[in-house]
């Protein structure tokens, strides 16, 4: 493709880029459609879990793996409440036994893993655990990885790539570099709006799913005094949490105590216990 091609297709790309965020309506940069960020996502969660459970250090610990995934079940159809689509989404969680990380995540799609070192660092309540399991899904439903994906693709892989991804096929080098803009996407810090969108989002699954709100100031309060230890706080890197953040969560909590008193069912949305698999043709 001759370069002044490509400027002409990457220029209709980029114009076309701009999209408004579920739930919110922020507008974000998009290059890659969720469903190409769910396709490469599945194939970046084998990647990076396989060599950990070759390791004997995933889902070790069943009673520490029965809480994660029970805490889940719940806040998973609050979700789905939020975008009925996803219900068909791959929802899973793994937990990684880790204790010098402090950090958990949730991938386009609904794969999620929580590290044990918010355990061990944090010594949480189901509430508190709560808050960082739906604060990550809200990330998930938020689009937000798709989002860091196409800014981490526009900035990786050039105009060139970005053409081909914006034609109704795209060839092997592509679809490679979009699984690792995925695997790297869990890891790159959000934006600001990002983490607000996620904070609103989250303290929200978790009442209406019948956690305590109030856990997300607390939460926030125990990571704040943990980032200040020697452990590796990769959470506290990708989701800053200043005084200003707690407070916007405290402001949130009288709307939020509705939905966390209501004395409604609280539905389940059970997960199934499945081997780490690559997709078809992987």
Not at 152 to 175: E, K, N, W
Not at 256 to 274: A, G, I
Request: charged share 20%; aromatic share 6%; with cysteine.
């Amino acid at each position: 493709m001759r370069s002044s091609a490509v400027l002409a297709v990457t220029a209709a790309v980029l114009l076309s880029a701009c999209q408004s965020a579920p739930v919110t309506g922020r507008s974000q940069f998009m290059i890659v459609p969720e469903s190409t960020a769910i396709a490469s996502s599945a194939t970046a969660y084998v990647e990076m879990l396989s060599p950990i459970q070759q390791q004997g250090k995933l889902d070790n610990d069943p009673a520490v793996t029965r809480r994660i995934v029970e805490i889940t079940e719940r806040l998973i159809p609050p979700a789905i409440k939020y975008r009925p689509e996803t219900a068909q989404w791959a929802w899973s969680v793994k937990v990684i036994d880790d204790p010098k990380t402090v950090n958990a995540w949730c991938m386009a799609g609904g794969r999620m893993a929580f590290y044990t070192g918010l355990i061990v660092a944090l010594k949480p309540t189901d509430d508190e655990i709560a808050q960082v399991m739906g604060h990550e899904i809200a990330h998930a439903l938020a689009k937000h990885q798709a989002e860091k994906m196409s800014t981490a693709m526009a900035t990786q892989i050039g105009a060139q790539a970005i053409g081909v991804l914006a034609g109704p096929r795209y060839g092997g080098l592509a679809a490679q570099a979009a699984v690792g803009a995925a695997a790297v996407a869990v890891t790159l810090p959000n934006s600001r709006g990002a983490e607000s969108e996620a904070d609103r989002i989250g303290i929200e699954l978790a009442a209406r799913a019948g956690y305590d709100p109030k856990a997300a100031v607390t939460l926030w309060q125990k990571m704040a005094k943990a980032s200040g230890g020697g452990g590796k706080s990769d959470f506290m890197s990708t989701h800053p949490s200043p005084e200003k953040r707690q407070q916007a969560l405290a402001d949130l909590i009288p709307q939020m105590m509705p939905f966390y008193l209501d004395k409604s069912p609280r539905p389940v949305f059970k997960l199934k216990s499945e081997p780490l698999v690559a997709p078809s043709g992987k």
